[in-house]
């Protein structure tokens, strides 16, 4: 039974720019959240998507916007890129509104 | 407004000796809290977690006590192991909506 899987690993941005993460969340989990984790921090929650719509959202500007596909994937897109939007970016699981949350293993963003 | 407090902020243990974290929150919302284990370069997972309906859980060699009235709980790692090193989190959560307050995490080493 695959876990929390996150793509890309890795990327590398300019200012300015924009950038999509993608998240598939544990078999027969339905919710999604996304968290950003600066070096040496806790995670900070960004939104958490149900039933393909934000249910609840953290305090992050509206360059954070996200989407959740009918098969439960996810999406996180940050517009117009700031150097302190270097971070990792997590996305977390979980079926319903259970409150055990299940983390993949993270998107790290450096942006130049 | 700091919601949630861990310390200390690292913690340096012998094998074979207790680990203890402490974490204090401010919102009386909140009625789940659980405590996350990260290692470097992977998300975090959950390790154990307690309701407020009890004062103390026992999984293995971690335990959490929880004080209600006092607004704080605490992890204990008996036995100590070098692979229990690794960032700590608390995670209090209410049930209200799967969002995860992180504090800002103990930096465990236990030496062998």
């Known amino acids: 039974d695959a876990g929390v899987t996150q793509s890309p690993t890795h990327l590398i941005k300019t200012r300015g720019q924009q950038v999509t993460l993608r998240c598939s969340p544990k078999?027969?989990?339905?919710?999604v959240s996304w968290y950003q984790q600066a070096l040496g921090q806790g995670p900070q929650f960004i939104f958490q998507?149900?039933?393909?719509?934000?249910?609840q959202r953290g305090n992050f500007p509206d360059r954070f916007s996200g989407h959740q596909f009918p098969n439960y994937s996810s999406e996180l897109n940050v517009n117009a890129l700031l150097l302190g939007d270097s971070a990792l970016y997590l996305c977390?699981?979980?079926?319903?509104?259970?409150?055990?949350?299940?983390f993949g293993p993270g998107t790290r963003l450096t942006v130049t | 407004q700091q919601q949630v407090k861990q310390s200390p902020q690292s913690l340096i243990v012998q094998k074979g000796g207790i680990s203890i974290i402490n974490c204090a929150y401010e919102?009386?919302?909140?009625?789940?809290f659980p405590w996350y284990q990260q290692f470097p370069g992977k998300g975090p997972a959950l390790l154990i977690a307690?309701?407020?309906?009890?004062s103390e859980k026992k999984e293995g060699r971690f335990t959490i006590s929880f004080n209600k009235s006092a607004k704080q709980f605490s992890l204990h790692i008996m036995d100590s192991q070098p692979g229990d090193s690794a960032t700590y989190f608390c995670?209090?959560?209410?049930?209200?909506?799967?969002?995860?307050?992180f504090g800002e995490g103990t930096q465990l080493t236990v030496n062998p």
């Open positions: 977390a699981s979980s079926p319903g509104v259970s409150l055990e949350q299940y």
């Open positions: 078999s027969g989990h339905d919710t």
């Open positions: 998507y149900y039933e393909e719509e934000e249910r």
């Open positions: 919102n009386t919302a909140f009625d789940y």
């Open positions: 307690i309701r407020p309906d009890v």
């Open positions: 995670a209090p959560e209410g049930t209200s909506g799967s969002r995860l307050t």
